[in-house]
């Protein structure tokens, strides 16, 4: 006899109200109850035939008890003469008749309360559950008292309801309360189900009475908080939050006046995290703008189109001032063209984070002041200094931000590509892109009967292999069209799947439905 025959859980210490009455029908099943109950004692027993069926029955239903505990509970019953003294044992062990514990289940039974959107059925088993558990400890509780305290414990949504009963002069039963309690969620339940598919039926009702003065009672629950009188999308709780939600961020004055106006700020956290707020000049996303931020710890780009030595690393958390997340995924350096007194110039911007959901690229002034020199601002612009030449490296945009006049410097290899736009020195290539992937016959035939007009090349040289022609060639490789068993037996190999949850459940509630299919006979049941 193994514990698996008996269906239910082990006993592990808790719920042993619940365990009790699942293990006396096990017992009842197998004709042990009487024994363990102690309807029959071994003193009853006259006969030896009669002593011996006694032990029998005592023997085995002790092992039944004791194959449905856990291991950490068998001390408690493992000493026990019989399986009458190893009951015993657990009632008095688990179910203690004393005033301590008369005093702990009173007082949950009369504190427990129904929160708004609960099952009912459960708030009402549970609250019968804790009166069974009285009545086993020796503290019952009277059917009256019962009825009042689930009364008393039921959500505000429900007022109206025991309003209603208080109403009635006959006396109110458990099974009148209870079966009225579920009819009542039982319709509120089809209520919100129907709500939802006639929301605008509903709508137009409720404006087509207001014109005549009389206003719609709302009696269906919202799907929000569960009070009852608005829908969801009137819910203040939810309009509240809401509007939290998209209250815009204040950026923090340090001192700066230009950031209090929504200024981009980023600064460094202990935990190597970096937060930052993006200005609202425009809510489109340019990787040509760059913006001067005086609280960033590194230079940021949302593009990397003019990165060199680009590095890849694991993503670091950028968190954002509406507590938005973003990550930096690499960084690289970026060259810099600007205009000084002594003329055109161009600076290295080094250690440049690659953030692609940034909106905007941002010039940290602390990071350029560690590297190259001093930042001042006036009220048209800031200015970088080193080695005592002073020139503009920003104007100011509105708002009290500064957009940086510097322009990025595509790579020399990006450079190199477009000029000569082909491979091994010639046009060729550049020209085979430029007119959709033509092949090296066709581009031959335009430039030889002259038929084209702006193609600068006298004759078509061979290229390398086109990496975006080869791939677009590419075809996938055939499924095999026949498979073949790879059982030679029946009921060798099974497949099986479960399906579910439907949509639809069936009559008894069922929404899974599994699978069983011979991998021999492809039979499927």
Known sequence: MDASSLRISKFDGTNFHAWKFKMQMVLEERDLWEVVSGEIKAEQCETQLDQATYKRKSRKAMAVICLAM????????????????AWSRLEDHFEKKSLANK???????????????????????????????????GAPVCEDDL???????????YQFLITALESRSDTLSWELVTSRLLHEEMKRKEQGSKGDEASQGQAFITRDNQRKGRPVKKSWPCHNCGKIGHWMAECPSRIQ??????????????????????????????????????????????SDIWLVDSGATQHMTCSKKFMRNYKGFDAVDVHLADDGIVQAIGSGDIVMSMKTPQGMKKSVLT??????????????????????????????????????????IGAREGKGLFKLQMTPVAPEQANAAKSSGCQGGTKSYLWHLRLGHIGHDGLNCIVTKNIGIGIDISSVKKWDVCEGCALGKQTRVRFQSNTTARTSKLLEVIHSDVCGPMSMATFSGKQYFVTFIDDKSRYCC
């Open 70 to 85: 856990e291991d950490s509970q068998l001390p408690l019953v493992r000493s026990a003469s019989g399986a009458c003294d």
């Open 103 to 137: 005093l702990f289940l009173r007082r949950r039974f009369f504190t427990t309360m129904m929160e708004e959107g609960d099952d009912v059925l459960e708030h009402i088993n549970k609250l019968k559950t804790l009166a069974e558990q009285l009545e086993a400890v």
């Open 147 to 157: 009825v009042i305290t689930l009364l008393g414990s039921l959500s505000d949504s």
């Open 241 to 286: 939050e809401n509007t939290e939600r998209h209250r815009p961020q204040r950026a923090q004055d340090s001192g700066d006046r230009y950031r209090s106006q929504r200024a981009n700020v980023a600064q460094e956290e202990d935990s190597g995290d970096y937060l930052f707020s993006i200005g609202e000049t425009t809510s489109a996303k340019s």
């Open 351 to 392: 250690n440049v984070w690659h953030i692609p959901k940034l909106s905007r690229n941002l010039f940290s002034v602390g990071r350029f002041t560690k590297d190259v020199g001093p930042v001042t601002f006036t009220k048209d612009g800031c200015y970088g200094e080193a080695k005592g030449t002073k020139w503009k």
